[in-house]
Nanobody
Framework: LTFVESGGGSVQSGGSLRLSCAAS????????IGWFRQAPGKEREWVSC????????SYADSVKGRFTISRDTNTNTMYLQLNNLSPEDTGVYYC????????????????????WGQGTQVTVSS
């Protein structure tokens, strides 16, 4: 699997962005999907995930109610809608899939995720 990410940019606080991650070499519907982010000087952290069948989603407390993960199986693309952004959301955002397949669940643990996108920069100014 390889990914091409897009949609990052610079916005002011309260703004919105939609991140896209187009997959090739495999089908996203065969994996749980996830998004992580990495702020300058910090470790990569989990943001959100969706189960393999798309029936379960989970979010980090810091983004709950503001971000939405989704997947289009027709175009083999995953998305992350970012609303009401704050400077704390600044970082490089990465899409990925999980090798650990658990029906009805998805994992916030980075250890089992594999095949990472190249990252897309999100910068939020106050």
């Amino acid at each position: 699997l390889t990914f091409v990410e897009s949609g990052g940019g610079s916005v002011q606080s309260g703004g919105s962005l939609r991140l896209s991650c187009a997959a090739s070499g495999g089908n996203l519907k065969d994996y749980p999907i996830g998004w992580f982010r990495q702020a300058p000087g910090k470790e990569r952290e989990w943001v959100s995930c969706m189960s393999v069948h798309g029936d379960y989603t989970s979010y980090a407390d810091s983004v709950k109610g503001r971000f939405t993960i989704s997947r289009d199986t027709n175009t083999n693309t995953m998305y992350l809608q970012l609303n009401n952004l704050s400077p704390e959301d600044t970082g490089v955002y990465y899409c990925t899939v999980d090798r650990l397949i658990q029906p009805g669940k998805c994992s916030p643990l980075k250890l089992t995720y594999d095949y990472w996108g190249q990252g897309t920069q999100v910068t939020v100014s106050s």
